[in-house]
């Protein structure tokens, strides 16, 4: 098609569209936006062109859009709807698409910051005076390489016209991939009113976008300075869209549901769903039980005066080197909605929050969205979690009750939303974990963080014949047979009838399960304090309350129901007791204390701490700075606390900057 019959095709189509132009320029608009199908039913030749050669027809459309009288004289032309046949999954993106009208949809990763690049430059020749304009489209500024007049190299720089800029990285969405491939990314250009403060919000990090434009090549520049053989793709936008994100979209056919509404009335499919949670892994039912709970999740409220109280709940397993973390975990993102599965050690390069990088390209920085950003409403399944930065650790914190992460930092401030349930899995600092020692103090993370978890599962591994016997029976018959797994239900199923419940089911309490929480709380709360010590065991906070609401309606979910009962309730309780009894548990007293998990010491080892630190006073009062451990454990032994406990609340003092040694055997009041 010639050019002069691209003008006049594309003049006529928007004749028809002449009111919505001038009310766009009127309006002070940049650009006006036209569906694509309209262009398609109006002239279907001239739309075939367009995704043909994208950047001529566009060029003439911005011409003849200019003809139409317009007040302003620039106007861009951007086309969204484009038929099916143009959108591309990013990893199918190969040269044959190069300068074709291509759409790609996916999270936005990074951005960097907007920066003004030149999209022309005009030359002067300084032997004939001759005016040269370049187009660049390169990242490499380009000069003029002749002039008509014979002349190479030297010319003037006239002018050049700029554009804001900016680069954005966009990644494939987890839904979009099938269990297990890694996300494939694409760089895309942004320019003009496409960077405006007012698009900029649509574009912050973890946004899904919906991008029509243009597929292009650029080179690598080499270290050289020379060009290479290798050029990266990238996409000039020609528009770019927000998708309204929806929890899950993972379709749900008519004989799923009502499939899935059946089972939902079997009285044992709780029981169904956690024997389906990774089948070939032996044992473990408590956690895979609570597994359940969590993935359903509870309700996210919203409150009059803006506050919101989280509904994801979070679940941490700390545990003795290969007892099937990895494995479960591993799981678990297969059949989680909208998962995302890394680990603490590969996560600290993108950050598993955010960060801001510097950016090559734009030579600037970027703001790079980690992965509990991306996973915003759905999980984030994070291995080796003691692994994580220091960084994304004082990130987490935010992120984990107050569900965004704000970030400010090199000029670069933003806040990104992480309505992410956390799923994490970490080992003991030792390498085994050890019921005696407080939690907090066994795991390479500050007990602030600890606290924010839900539920937290030890998993050990204890030689027992029995649980041995089972367990290498199970082991070695997938070794010889790995197609004989037993499960109730495939995993595909399985993530159907969780998407499902989080979809349809906003279970609501009811009175007699709140009554049966507030019971529960308001006695473990008020337990009777212990012997002759003045401290109280503080057994539970308000945050393992509303743990206890999220658990209870994650249990309402199973059965897809809308109230939660005092059945739920009850259940709820049993997995926070049976979480309690594992890591809340102070062996000394026979009871659950929360101060093991949240500060690392337990209340009756605060009560001897107490009675330490009353002898070490004595003693510095009676033989002056220095106090030989010795006469600290004698003096100690008189009222009945052993060596051992002398010795843990010297660590524990110096820790806190009470006490330091100066010798092995001596210590002193700082
Ligand atoms: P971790 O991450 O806890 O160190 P892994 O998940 O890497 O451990 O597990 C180590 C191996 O042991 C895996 O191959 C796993 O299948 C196997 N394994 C451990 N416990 C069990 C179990 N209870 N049932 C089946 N396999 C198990
Ligand atoms: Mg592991």
């Known amino acids: ?107 936005v990763r990074q951005t960097s910051d907007v920066r003004p690049q030149v999209t022309s430059a005009k030359f002067e020749c300084p032997s004939c005076g001759n005016n040269i304009q370049i187009i660049q489209i390169d990242t490499q500024f380009k000069e003029p390489s002749r002039c ?94 927000p998708i309204e994100e929806t929890f899950e979209e993972i379709n749900i056919k008519k004989e799923e549901e009502e499939k899935i509404l059946e089972l939902s009335k079997d009285p044992r499919i709780y029981q169904r769903l956690i024997s389906s949670v990774a089948p070939s892994i032996y044992g473990h039912e408590d956690i895979k039980a609570a597994l359940i709970l969590q993935l359903m999740g509870g309700v996210q409220k919203e409150h009059t005066d803006g506050t919101k109280r989280r509904g994801d709940m979070h679940v941490l397993l700390v545990g003795d080197p290969g007892v099937s973390k990895s494995q479960l975990l591993q799981f678990i993102s297969k059949i989680a909605p909208k998962a995302r599965l890394v680990s603490g050690k590969g996560s600290s ?130 070794q010889q047979k790995p197609d004989d797994i037993k499960t109730e239900f495939p995993p595909e199923f399985l993530k159907k009838y969780i998407s499902y419940a989080r979809q349809k089911i906003k279970p609501a309490l009811t009175k007699e399960a709140v009554e049966e929480i507030k019971t529960f709380y308001v006695s473990l709360r008020n337990l009777p304090s212990i012997g002759e010590q003045e401290l109280r065991p503080i057994p539970i906070s308000a945050r393992q309350l509303e743990a206890l609401v999220r658990l ?42 929360i101060d093991r998990i949240s500060t690392g010491i337990t209340t009756s080892q605060r009560s001897k701490i107490v009675k330490i630190q009353a002898l070490i006073n004595e003693l510095t009062r009676k033989i002056g700075k220095r106090i030989p451990i010795d006469d600290l454990i004698m003096e100690a032994s008189e009222q009945g606390i052993e060596e051992e406990q002398v010795n843990e609340a010297i660590e524990i003092l110096k820790r806190d900057g009470t006490i330091y040694q100066p010798s092995s055997n001596m210590i002193e009041k700082i």
Not at 218 to 236: A, C, Y
Not at 354 to 359: E, P, R, S
Not at 578 to 592: A, H, K, N, S
């Open 552 to 593: 209870a309606e994650g249990s309402a979910r199973v059965r897809l129901s809308k109230k939660v009962t005092k059945k739920d309730a009850q259940m709820a309780i049993e997995t926070l007791k049976r979480c309690l009894m594992q890591v809340g548990f102070d062996p000394e007293t026979g009871q659950i204390d």
């Open 1 to 107: 098609m010639e050019t002069s019959e691209q003008l006049t095709r594309f003049r006529d189509f928007f004749e028809s569209y002449k009111d919505r132009i001038h009310e766009a320029v009127a309006k002070g608009d940049k650009s006006a936006v036209f569906d694509f199908k309209d262009l398609l039913v109006h002239d279907p030749e001239l739309a075939d062109s367009l995704l043909e050669d994208p950047e001529n027809l566009l060029k003439a459309a911005e011409v003849s859009i200019e003809n139409l009288d317009l007040p302003t004289q620039f106007i861009r032309v951007r086309f969204n709807n484009l038929p099916a046949t143009s959108i591309l999954r990013i990893r199918d993106v190969r040269s044959i698409h190069l300068d074709r009208f291509i759409v790609v949809e996916g999270l």
């Open 148 to 241: 008509s007049c014979g002349r190479r190299g030297k010319f003037r720089l006239l002018s050049k016209d700029l554009v804001d800029a900016q680069r954005i990285v966009v990644e494939e969405s987890p839904e979009s991939l099938e269990g297990g491939e890694q996300p494939k990314r694409l760089a895309v250009f942004l320019k003009g009113d496409l960077v405006e403060p007012k698009m900029e919000k649509r574009t912050t990090p973890g946004t899904k976008v919906k991008i029509t434009g243009v597929l292009k090549e650029v080179s690598i520049p080499l270290r050289t300075g020379g060009q290479s053989t290798r050029f990266d793709l990238v996409m000039e936008s020609n528009f770019i869209e």
């Open 349 to 478: 390069a993108a950050g598993l929050t955010a960060t801001i990088v510097k950016d090559e390209f734009m030579r600037g920085w970027a703001l790079e969205a980690g992965a509990f950003v991306l996973a915003n409403g759905g999980f984030c399944i994070l291995d080796e979690m003691d692994k994580i930065n220091p960084e994304d650790i004082s990130a987490l914190h935010q992120a984990l009750e107050q569900q965004i992460i704000t970030i400010a930092k090199a000029n670069v401030q933003a806040t990104l939303k992480a309505k992410t349930t956390l799923l994490a899995a970490a080992n003991p600092k030792l390498g085994r974990f050890d019921p005696y020692i407080p939690i907090a103090s066994q795991i390479n993370l500050p007990s602030t963080l600890i606290n924010r978890f839900d539920l937290i599962f030890p998993m050990r591994d204890i030689p027992s014949r029995e649980f041995d016997d089972k367990v290498a029976s199970h082991v070695l018959n997938l």
